[in-house]
T-cell receptor, first 113, second 113 residues
Framework: EAGVVQSPRYKIIEKKQPVAFWCNPI?????LYWYLQNLGQGPELLIR????????DSQLPKDRFSAERLKGVDSTLKIQPAELGDSAVYLC???????????FGPGTRLTVL | EDKVVQSPLSLVVHEGDTVTLNCSYE??????LLWYKQEKKAPTFLFML????IEKKSGRLSSILDKKELFSILNITATQTGDSAVYLC?????????????FGTGTRLTIIP
């Protein structure tokens, strides 16, 4: 079974530039999560999707961050414009329903210069 | 506000030693607690604990939950260098509309050959 796929694995951009991350969850997993992980910290939830619906985006900074999950499968997380403080690892995870084991992708390490 | 405290923050032991990692939590509407192992990239699932006092085991790893005292422990016996990683615990908060895992900062375990 293929795991959660994320791309790119690494991204270096200058501040004020836009950036996008892509996630392909495990086949059949209807719940998809985007997390932010700063160095030395645990992952923090940004947004949760149930199929194509964003059911919890309360932690997403909506002035610069946006996300979509068209057709309830792949998802894209975008930052525009990026700030220095956005440098972190962005993790995508998926699960078969809420409260079940979440499977994580390898993450995208973003560096904003 | 939900709170998860893991201890110790860092632990260095020799191969073959036994270690105990601690996780205390305060979350509203607790449902279950998950343990993850994170090496250089994606967190990988270890255990989900729902009931107090019932030990879960997987090889040399075991874990138990105390819902009265609000903590969980993860034990690793006969440690190996491959156990070197950050171990994260995460309880589920099931507040309607704000269901999420709250991750601790993790315990960084280093096994010396």
């Amino acid at each position: 079974e293929a795991g959660v796929v994320q791309s790119p694995r690494y991204k270096i951009i200058e501040k004020k530039q836009p950036v996008a991350f892509w996630c392909n969850p495990i086949s059949g997993h209807n719940t998809l999560y985007w997390y932010l992980q700063n160095l030395g910290q645990g992952p923090e939830l940004l947004i949760r999707y149930e199929n194509e619906e964003a059911v919890d985006d309360s932690q997403l900074p909506k002035d610069r961050f946006s996300a979509e999950r068209l057709k309830g499968v792949d998802s894209t997380l975008k930052i525009q414009p990026a700030e220095l403080g956005d440098s972190a690892v962005y993790l995508c995870a998926s699960s078969f329903g809420l409260y079940n084991e979440q499977f994580f992708g390898p993450g995208t390490r973003l560096t904003v210069l | 506000e939900d709170k998860v405290v893991q201890s110790p923050l860092s632990l260095v032991v020799h191969e073959g030693d036994t270690v105990t990692l601690n996780c205390s939590y305060e979350v509203t509407n607790f449902r279950s607690l998950l343990w993850y192992k994170q090496e250089k990239k994606a967190p990988t699932f270890l255990f989900m604990l729902t009931s107090s006092g019932i030990e879960k085991k997987s090889g040399r790893l075991s874990s138990i939950l105390d819902k009265k005292e609000l903590f969980s422990i993860l034990n690793i016996t006969a440690t190996q260098t491959g156990d070197s990683a950050v171990y994260l615990c995460a309880p589920w908060n099931t507040n309607f509309g704000n269901e999420k895992l709250t991750f601790g900062t993790g315990t960084r375990l280093t096994i010396i050959p």
